[in-house]
């Protein structure tokens, strides 16, 4: 919440705010599917009423989707459909989209959440079952073709999920679940090789 | 596992994702300090605990987290129809609920 106040610092100059990835670049391999954690991004937690939307989507840079499970792309940042006033907008350029949102009039509420979030990418031709070792969801690419994002939970952890490619997915979860969300898909990734 | 309709994800989604939130269309006293204690025990407690069709309210928390209201049969547990919270008691339900729910 709390606007730029925790920017990434220069690690060597000030150590105490030194980012520490939670799974300190943890991953598994099994055939057919790769698990990782991904680099650290800039993600924001974004509200807003309708009327509010255009100015939002302008100042952002790329148009905020209204259809449900949905997202949308665009210069490395991406905005994914969460609930009829609800995105999360994810930026991997390094690019603040909480800077550009505090130039907005129109009534909003954005939320840092950058270091609320981990994410893990489960790639490869058995990523789908992997994930639905625990997801309940149907992850056919009819029902959650490629762009398609939705909140939804694995085993008992909440996710955003967000497919990148046909093989390849982004799972977002909170820090403190991370481990558990991690050696899941693990164990997911090692059952749908097997 | 049940498929539940939600209004505003505009598709069926796993039950796990959802979260039962008690009765639907309890309407809170504008005047809640001059309520007698008959009339809070009624509107606070006292719930229809139907055998057949009850209107519920639903959450979809693990998905849009959105709030909605269901109207589900309590014998066989089947979800008639679903529609957004806020939209008046439907006067008329759908003969064949399977349809519906599958829409």
Not at chain 1, 60 to 70: D, N
Not at chain 1, 86 to 91: G, T, Y
Not at chain 2, 21 to 33: F, Y
Not at chain 2, 36 to 65: L, Q, T, V
Request: aromatic fraction near 8%.
């Amino acid at each position: 919440m709390a606007k730029a106040a925790v920017k990434k610092a220069a690690p060597a100059a000030s150590p105490s705010v030194e980012r520490r990835p939670a799974l300190a670049g943890r991953n598994v391999s099994a055939t057919g599917v790769k698990v990782e954690e991904l680099p650290p991004a800039e993600r924001m937690s974004l509200r807003a009423p309708e009327p509010s939307v255009a100015a939002l989507s302008k100042a952002l840079g790329l148009t905020l989707p209204k259809k449900p499970k949905t997202s949308v792309s665009k210069a490395g940042r991406t905005a994914l459909w969460l609930g009829p006033d609800e995105w999360l907008v994810i930026d991997e350029a390094g690019n603040d989209p909480l800077a550009d949102c505090a130039k907005v009039a129109a009534l909003h509420s954005a939320v840092c959440i950058s270091h609320r979030n981990i994410a893990i990418s489960v790639m490869g031709p058995a990523a789908e079952a992997a994930i639905n070792s625990g997801c309940p969801q149907d992850l056919s690419l009819d029902a959650f073709p490629v762009g398609a994002a939705s909140r939804t939970i694995l085993g008992k952890a909440e996710i955003v999920l967000l497919r990148t490619a046909a093989d390849a997915f982004r799972v977002e979860c909170w820090r403190s679940f991370s481990d558990y969300v991690f050696t899941f898909l693990s164990e997911g990734a090692r059952d749908a090789a097997g | 596992m049940l498929l539940i309709r939600c209004p505003y994800c505009e598709e069926e989604r796993p039950e796990l994702e959802f979260r039962n939130a008690g009765e639907a269309h309890i309407a809170r006293s504008a005047n809640m300090a001059g309520e007698s204690d008959d009339d809070f025990e009624k509107f606070f407690f006292i719930r229809s605990n139907p055998k057949g069709i009850i209107y519920e309210r639903w959450r979809h928390m693990h998905g849009c987290a959105r709030f909605f209201n269901a109207v589900r049969d309590t014998v066989t547990d089947k979800f008639i129809m679903t529609y957004k919270a806020g939209e008046p008691k439907p006067s008329k339900l759908p003969k064949n609920s399977n349809e519906v729910v599958a829409k």
